[in-house]
């Protein structure tokens, strides 16, 4: 079984910063792409960032410059780091891996719980 721990998330003033954390955990044989999503009150769930095994990154036009994601391989965690936060951003942030438990078998999308994210004065 494997799971997807958020953490991170919380209030801040626009211009501010904050980290996420993304933790998988369980019966892993290898990860692939993650990535993290968001979802605003009354809108479609949206992609914000995603970084492959080796390190390649692609990011929503509305955070470049703004946000950065990485992650450390040993420890099975991915990282979104924002910066010069806005209004909004305000939303519930998801983390996303492409994780394979064996040797044989496909990978499969797994998500986090999601961690709330505000920014507001």
């Known amino acids: 079984q494997v799971q997807l721990v958020e953490s991170g998330g919380g209030l801040v003033q626009p211009g501010g910063s904050l980290r996420l954390s993304c933790a998988a955990s369980?019966?892993?044989?290898?990860?692939?792409?993650m990535g993290w999503y968001r979802q605003a009150p009354g809108k479609e769930r949206e992609l914000v960032a995603t970084i492959t095994s080796v390190g390649s990154t692609n990011y929503a036009d509305s955070v470049k410059g703004r946000f950065t994601i990485s992650r450390d391989n040993a420890k099975n965690t991915v990282y979104l780091q924002m910066n010069s936060l806005k209004p909004e951003d305000t939303a519930a942030y998801y983390c996303?891996?492409?994780?394979?438990?064996?040797?044989?078998?496909?990978?499969?999308?797994?998500w986090g719980q999601g961690t709330q994210v505000t920014v507001s004065s």
């Open positions: 369980g019966s892993i044989f290898s990860i692939y792409g």
């Open positions: 996303n891996a492409d994780i394979a438990v064996s040797r044989w078998a496909i990978s499969y999308a797994y």
